[in-house]
């Protein structure tokens, strides 16, 4: 699944949603770049939950709906289970977490405080051991009364709460904002620097990076399934114990802990992407201490992995489609002129994809990587997130096809996997499989399966079809095995929640904010008739004055809302 994190180049918009995307729903990365990570492509890469009877372990409890009830946005199945509620008064064994005392110092970002948080490796087993949790804080500025804290989450899974808060909210949400709230943020257990997954070496993960994902016989489906069976191995030697423990309702419980830690008697918190999962988890497991909440870019809980990956390979298809519209009004669109229809653009750039397939492209890279398929793929996808990136994705296309350089959609391709200038990737695409491969069951047992399933993928895209369904392969080579299922979040009691959801949203396609909003028994649907992953901070005064005065004032958004 491609969730992923939503980052947004400074100065193009107010506030940087989530990451630029989450990956495709799915689990690792696609090896070759277009998977999912759910929108991840990254982002998803997009989450589930666990079995029942991993819930119960975990203090919390899977139940049968007993009602239909009446949908306000878009049917779910009623008979699906139901996250539940944990108990409001707080065990023993975990009182010496809430109760701990955080120790701030500097963090070597001006205006900003890091700390240490402690919480249990197991709640099921809080003496078994526990987990380091990195947490900053920026203090409110004031004027005006403090509201306390505001926790912000920018997806993945695995994207850094802590980069995001520093190197966007921090600074760029609005001063309003800034001046009522302590601005905190978590780097989720197994993320950056809480005790990050790590699965291959940089060379490795080039490698993987660059593997085939559209097969075209039985020795290059042996070839994927062999680096999808790698990369499962590499994550599982470096970190056994740790890897059962990444769950997302776990996470939502270290989020608890983290608000008891601060103070605060309900939660405040901004999710963008897979950051909506992780908050309506939360309210889920905690619908009395639901403060103000914001899912921005929301994902449905009540999907399987293989409807994910396979909803996003249509979201990333509108995406697009919506693209190919813009590039064919400008001169220098490599996929045609004025006139040229979407579906026409996508055959050139399959036709693309496929001469790159036999004959990679030379980039300049330092470490002799070439532009194939997989990378040309993925840098396409990355551009998808945002329009912003429209014209970036643009010239690197004409670069590519026209002058047979591959540099700059290697260079697209490397800011969607984390990789610097200097070969090293960041733990994103570790812990976004890690997170998704547990909260869900495989999208797809084995390589017959996915073969089955390709119309229906083909179908969905043209153009990304064929390799979003292969990258879905991933997770069935996890070593461990899921403890999630899909599931309904109901919060029943917990205050007004704000969904948001964007109509040509790739990576969380705008049905899953309609689906969250029904199941959810307090939300408020707040739409964005727009492009791109996520909607606060793009551009649209209507979307953000809704927010913010839902954020300043506690008061949510008319039901039915619709910005542009």
């Avoid at 990365?29 to 998977?35: K, M």
């Avoid at 590499?234 to 270290?254: F, N, Q, W």
């Avoid at 396609?509 to 969250?516: F, I, N």
Wanted: glycine share 10%.
């Amino acid at each position: 699944m491609y969730f992923r994190r939503v980052l947004r180049p400074s100065g193009t918009a107010r506030i940087p949603s989530g990451t630029p995307g989450d990956a495709p729903a799915g689990g690792c990365p696609p090896a070759g770049g277009s998977g999912r990570r759910t929108a991840s492509l990254k982002t998803a890469s997009l989450t589930a939950v666990r079995t029942a009877g991993a819930l119960v372990a975990a203090g919390a409890l899977l139940l049968a709906a007993c009602s239909a009830g009446q949908s306000r946005h878009r049917a779910v199945p009623a008979t699906q289970a139901v996250l539940a509620a944990l108990p409001r008064s707080t065990p023993p064994a975990l009182l010496p977490y809430y109760t701990q005392k955080l120790t701030w110092r500097d963090c070597g970002a001006p205006g900003f405080q890091c700390a240490t948080m402690k919480a249990p490796l197991d709640y099921a087993d809080p003496a078994a051991g526990e987990i380091r949790l990195a947490v900053a804080r920026t203090r409110a500025t004031g004027p005006g009364e403090r509201l306390g804290s505001l926790l912000v989450n920018p997806g993945g899974p695995g994207g850094s709460g802590i980069d995001f808060l520093q190197r966007f909210a921090g600074i760029g949400y609005p001063a309003g904002i800034r001046a009522r709230y302590d601005l905190v943020a978590l780097d989720p257990r197994g993320v950056a620097r809480s005790e990050p997954v790590q699965c291959l070496d940089d060379r490795a993960m080039d490698m993987f990076t660059q593997t085939d994902v559209t097969p075209d016989d039985r020795t290059e489906i042996d070839a994927l399934t062999a680096a999808y069976r790698r990369f499962a191995e590499g994550c599982g030697a470096r970190a056994p114990r740790l890897l059962r423990h990444v769950s997302t309702v776990e996470a939502a419980r270290d989020m608890d802990v983290l608000r008891a830690v601060l103070g605060d008697p309900k939660l405040t918190y901004v999710g963008a992407s897979y950051g909506t999962y992780l908050g309506a988890t939360y309210a889920g497991l905690f619908p009395n201490r639901v403060g103000r909440l914001v899912l921005d870019g929301a994902v449905d809980p009540s999907l399987s992995a293989r409807r994910m990956n396979l909803d996003q390979t249509a979201g990333f298809e509108t995406a697009f489609q919506s693209f190919a519209r813009d590039c064919v009004r400008h001169d220098d669109c490599p996929l045609g002129g004025p006139g040229t229809a979407p579906h026409e653009a996508g055959d050139r750039l399959a036709a693309f994809f496929r001469e790159l397939d036999a004959r990679p492209l030379p980039t300049g890279d330092p470490d002799g990587r070439r532009l194939g398929e997989a990378l040309a793929t993925t840098g396409v996808i990355a551009a998808m997130y945002d329009q912003g990136a429209w014209p970036q994705l643009r010239g690197a296309l004409t670069t590519a096809m026209t002058r047979r350089d591959g540099s700059a959609l290697l260079a697209l391709s490397d800011s969607y996997y984390e990789r610097d200038t200097k070969g090293h990737y960041a733990n994103l695409m570790y812990a976004n499989a890690a997170v998704n491969c547990l909260d869900l069951p495989p999208a797809f047992g084995g390589p017959d399966e996915v073969a089955k399933a390709l119309p229906a993928f083909e179908k969905a895209s043209p153009v990304f079809g064929r390799g979003l369904a292969w990258s879905a392969l991933s997770c069935g080579y996890w070593p461990v095995r899921a403890t999630g299922e899909p599931h309904r979040i109901e919060a029943r009691g917990a205050a007004p929640i704000v969904v948001v959801g964007t109509t040509r949203d790739p990576a969380t396609p705008y049905r899953w904010a309609e689906s969250l909003a029904a199941q959810l028994s307090s939300a408020r649907l707040l739409t964005y008739d727009g492009d791109g992953h996520t909607a606060y901070g793009r551009g649209s005064r209507c979307i953000d004055d809704a927010i913010d005065t839902y954020l300043l004032k506690g008061t949510p958004p008319a039901e039915g809302k619709r910005c542009s």
